[in-house]
């Protein structure tokens, strides 16, 4: 893909390319950002690859950087190159942190032989070897207020597996439905490539589909990882690098809270902020080129000691073992504890969905439960096509849970209120949400108000339940680990080993937990990597002691 808005120059830049490389790839040449963006789309949705997206720097409307920035969403794995003049070296420079570029080139850059083709022919290269998994454009047919068909959008989106949704009461709908041998009373249906119709099909059967692992390549591991978020990312990354054999074990799609937020602004590195499918995908692509295992759809419903070996049971009666295991299965948002909201969970009361759902909310009114940063970074991306975006905080002020540039960005954005002291009493509709009752924690005052959309981003609940006594847990169900398993300066009395746990091991040896699961942690992207590449760090330790 080239952009340019010289048209002479966008052609010979394509002629450039047709020449060396027209026999094996297709060339698709832009004359603006925006045109570019609608052709990458289509290219996304009919399952194609880009292997490499060349763009002019000083375009109109939307320049390279601005163009490259959006593009590395929809293909990830392109190689991204600047085409600048003399005068756009730091702009350049500038595009490497921005947009993560692999290249710069100057204009113009004749002989192509030598200035043109060898930078070419070295990204290519390196895309071939890349983690690029070839993507296919699959169909879904569902209704629009059905929580099945919600959470396998939300699947497919987490995942990067491209799709095209189809409501089944709209006439192409009902067109495909009939094509499939389907009435429409069992929904969703998920059409493949090839014609094949999936219908309701469940979380594994996505997973296998759209080529993700879901079965491990030994029975034995160096280290096992429960949780594919920040802190279990870190993990695979650190430990496949230093040489462990590792797989990390994920239920649902990499990323955790973290994946689904649409801009982490805060995050080191990332000056003008990132997405939290960037930095999930740039971790997984990490890990598995350091050798990383990563396992989607894989449910873990125990952790039992056999000797040396911590083995690590799924929910299918299978299991896998290994000298260490680090937990890093996070937290999930706790249940509105508001009459009806169970019913009309996926129904138009979701739980971080807010990027899934976000262009069904084009125009209509929108209500966000929590005060903390997942909740300020969706209200701040759904206020881009909302109609107005509603804040609702137990709290008196946002200061207290949420960072300063987010209050700083919700206060400047004309559609966004925030409503303090508010809770949601109840939530009403047969089919899908239709209206909330708020009620005012200080007055006691009560209002219903009309919507059908009402995202949820409260509490942290960790996803420990499985684990029953096997580790210590806090009351509320944090794992404990380190100094907090002995504040009396004595050991657990589970412990055999004649040291103390280390600072991230929790009550088994050879165990241990990073991020948000853990009791205490600081509940931030940034210290959960931290958490999982400490954590490798201990492994070593236990491990060389073992």
Known sequence: MTVDDDPGVSRAIA?????????????????????????????????????VILADHRMPDMNGIEFLEQAMDIFPSARRVLLTAYADTNAAIDAINVVDLDHYLLKPWDPPEEKFYPVLDDLLAAWRASDHRTVTSIKIIGHRWSARSSQVRDFLARNQVPYRWYSSDEPEGQRLLAAAGQDGTRLPVLITSDGTPLVEPDVHDLATWAGLATEPTTDFYD????????????????????????????????????????????????????????????????????????LTAR?????????AARVIRFSDGTAIAARSVILATGVSYRQLPAEGADSLAGCGVYYGSALTEAASCEGHDVYIVGGANSAGQAAMHLSHTAKSVTLLVRGPSLAASMSHYLIQQIEQTPNIQVRCHTVVDSVQGTDHLKQLTLRDTETGQSETVETHWLFVFIGAAPLT???????????????????????????????????????????????????????????????????????????????EQS
Request: glycine fraction near 14%.
């Open 15 to 51: 002629r450039d390319l047709r020449r060396r490389y027209g026999a094996s790839h297709r060339i698709v040449r832009a004359e603006s950002g925006e045109t570019a963006l609608e052709a990458l789309n289509e290219l996304k949705l009919r399952g194609d690859q880009v292997a």
């Open 223 to 294: 280290l096992v990882v429960i949780g594919g978020g920040p802190a279990g990312l870190g993990a695979a990354v650190y430990g496949a690098s230093e040489g462990l054999r590792t797989v990390l074990v994920e239920r649902s799609a990499t990323g955790g809270q973290a994946g689904q937020s649409s801009r982490i602004e805060n995050y080191l590195g990332f000056p003008d902020g990132v997405s939290g499918a960037q930095l999930t995908d740039r971790a997984r692509r990490q890990a598995a080129k350091f050798g990383a295992e990563i």
């Open 299 to 307: 449910e873990v419903t125990g952790l039992e000691t056999s000797g």
């Open 465 to 543: 339940g499985w684990l029953g006594d096997t580790v210590q847990r806090d009351a509320r169900g944090f794992i404990l680990a380190g100094p907090d398993l002995t504040p009396d300066g004595s050991a657990p009395d589970s412990w055999e080993l004649d040291r103390a746990p280390y600072h991230l091991e929790t009550s088994i040896p050879g165990v241990f937990v990073a991020g948000d699961a853990r009791a205490e942690s600081a509940k931030r992207v940034a210290s959960a990597v931290g958490e999982g590449a400490m954590a490798v760090m201990l492994v070593h330790r236990y491990l």
